[in-house]
């Protein structure tokens, strides 16, 4: 059987653990909501962001590309006259506020292209002679004056994949990535077929976008090192990535790209296979989608989010950041309500455990005095301290002594009662031992004189 003594303290002291620790485990949880609900937005905004920079750049080349194709089309710029496509695009091109090239290319093999590069400079790459193999590179001045030789490199724009692909679709299309022969990085071009009123196609004009620049891009717009900003086609392969890791690796003409699960990026290489155990690849990802993975015992966070569709191209931003960036206050308000929580547990409990005292003390003081009271040693003035007290217990210790001292008179006077009765029960003994003594010694006087009686 428990005690009073023992169970009161006892249920104190989980009654105010459980209410400590379901306070901390709400306090932490709603922490963990908070710090969730700040990642998403967070992650979401730089996602916005990068996409903003990503999709400004891309809508300007299609733009310019774009108004290049009308004017081809509709006769305003006569396609077979290169002279005059050339200043057109150099028009064109000084609009423009990135390194691209704007070309075009017709099928009897002639073409021009003009690149923007740093400040004023341009560089014309232009085939006149559709007989020749060769396509001479020179500068350009500000003011579309041709300058110097720089190279004259073998090339045809009609093998190009570029070229090949929009005249295979019959309409405006992305190119795939592919190896810009120009600068050795990736690159991909937006290029439409331009057609006779008859339906012959005349040639193609595109703009190389070069994805070199949108690296470039992400690495303005990431807040720090510790995040790793991704650009990845639907099929999984990188497009672009703030990471150090090369996207694609050259052997001898062969050009291999990566696809992000292959990445030489631990990083990168698990928030990719995080993401195809999730949702299956990229291409099977919506709008806005963010997981958690974990490397080397490291917890991140991975947040993608698809580019505009109206770019038709299946290209999706992703951001890879230690969750610890965002736990690091946390933690530390974790750390510090953990001790505060301690403190308090600790203090309440030796509340708790005084309260429990400061009730129990005069209950043993009137268990102590009921057992007086049985045995019969009851002193009312021990309860002094207790019948002092304006409560119930000062209350009870005080009828305690009005009992006591009740049951103990009555106790001394049953004990003189009993006391008399044992004094007048002990003389009626004596009296009837006396009564008796006295006729056995008056029987023995008559039976001795009738002996005398007899004998004479």
């Keep these: 059987m428990f005690s009073i003594r023992q169970v009161v303290p006892i249920v104190l002291s989980i009654q105010i653990t459980v209410a400590v620790g379901l306070t901390g485990w709400i306090s932490f949880n709603s922490s963990e909501r908070a710090v969730q609900k700040l990642t998403r937005q967070l992650c979401d905004n730089l996602n916005f962001r990068v996409e903003q920079q990503i999709n400004s750049y891309l809508e300007e080349s299609v733009r310019i590309n774009q108004a290049m194709t009308i004017a081809l089309s509709n006769g305003s710029l006569n396609p077979n006259d290169i002279s005059q496509v050339q200043k057109d695009i150099f028009n064109r091109v000084r609009e423009l506020n990135t390194q691209n090239i704007l070309f075009y290319g017709n099928e009897s093999g002639t073409m021009v292209g003009i690149e923007h590069r740093n400040n004023s400079n341009f560089l014309l790459r232009i085939r006149e002679d559709n007989n020749s193999t060769n396509r001479p590179t020179y500068e350009l001045s500000d003011n579309g004056v041709r300058g110097k030789l720089v190279t004259n490199e073998v090339y045809d724009h009609r093998t190009r994949p570029w070229y090949v692909a929009a005249k295979q679709a019959g309409k405006a299309i992305w190119s795939s990535i592919f190896v810009s022969t120009t600068d050795g990085e990736l690159t991909t071009t937006k290029a439409a077929p331009i057609y006779t009123s008859s339906g012959e196609l005349q040639g193609v004009v595109g703009i190389n976008v070069s994805l070199k620049q ?243």
């Design 214 to 456: 949108i690296k470039q891009f992400m690495l303005q717009t990431r807040p720090s090192e510790k995040w790793n900003v991704f650009l990845v086609e639907g099929n999984g392969n990188l497009v672009a990535t703030t990471s150090d890791v090369p996207v694609f690796e050259k052997d001898g003409t062969k050009i291999k790209r990566f696809e992000a699960s292959q990445s030489k990026d631990p990083k990168l290489q698990d928030a990719s296979l995080a993401i195809q155990k999730q949702f299956g690849g990229f291409q099977n990802l919506q709008n806005s989608q963010v997981i958690e993975f974990e490397l080397n015992g490291e917890k991140y966070i991975v947040s993608t989010h698809k580019l505009n569709r109206d770019l038709q191209l299946d290209w999706s931003v992703g951001i890879i950041v230690p969750k610890s960036i965002f736990m690091e206050e946390i933690d530390s308000n974790n750390r510090f309500t953990l001790v505060i929580i301690v403190i308090m547990l600790g203090v309440n409990i030796l509340i708790g455990l005084a309260i429990a005292t400061w009730l129990l003390r005069p209950i043993k003081n009137l268990m102590n005095a009921a057992k007086e009271i049985e045995e019969e040693s009851f002193k009312p003035e021990e309860l002094d301290s207790v019948a002092q007290r304006n409560d119930e217990l000062g209350q009870m210790a005080r009828v305690f002594q009005e009992m006591g001292s009740t049951i103990a008179e009555r106790q001394n006077g049953m004990k003189n009662q009993l006391s008399k009765l044992r004094e007048e029960k002990d003389e009626a003994k004596k009296i009837a031992i006396a009564s008796q003594m006295g006729q056995t010694n008056s029987l023995q006087s008559i039976l001795s004189r009738s002996r005398a009686a007899r004998n004479k």
